[in-house]
Nanobody
Framework: QVHLVEAGGGLVQAGGSLRLSCAAS????????VGWFRQAPGKEREFVAA???????LYADSVKGRFTISRENAKNTVYLQMNSLKPEDTAVYYC??????????????????WGQGTQVTVSS
């Protein structure tokens, strides 16, 4: 398994931006799905964005046009650029890696490695 560590969370006002990073160690990021998910208090973990084959991307409707997933292979790091943040984006954000193609990139059960999460709080 790959070890994932997220960073970059924090407190930001509505309309602001944050860039989350997810650094991998142990092996390189999968060429299958690499994803970002989030979990707000009292809610289930939900899909945010994913990338596969290093170029194709998928976004939840709620973040489309505001968030961008990218990866930097030289640093073995995946990013989530978040712009125009809203209070409803407040959650713990997790990155995840799929070592084998076991399912769709937007499903939590498709991933076998998860980071510890980073808190994002958007104030109104």
């Amino acid at each position: 398994q790959v070890h994932l560590v997220e960073a970059g969370g924090g407190l930001v006002q509505a309309g602001g931006s944050l860039r989350l990073s997810c650094a991998a160690s142990g092996r390189t990021f999968s060429s299958y799905c690499v994803g970002w998910f989030r979990q707000a208090p009292g809610k289930e973990r939900e899909f945010v964005a994913a990338m596969w084959r290093s170029t194709s991307t998928l976004y939840a409707d709620s973040v489309k046009g505001r968030f961008t997933i990218s990866r930097e292979n030289a640093k073995n790091t995946v990013y989530l650029q978040m712009n125009s943040l809203k209070p409803e984006d407040t959650a713990v954000y997790y990155c995840a890696d799929q070592s084998t193609p076991t399912g769709s990139c937007y499903l939590t059960r498709s991933y076998d490695s998860w980071g510890q999460g980073t808190q994002v709080t958007v104030s109104s």
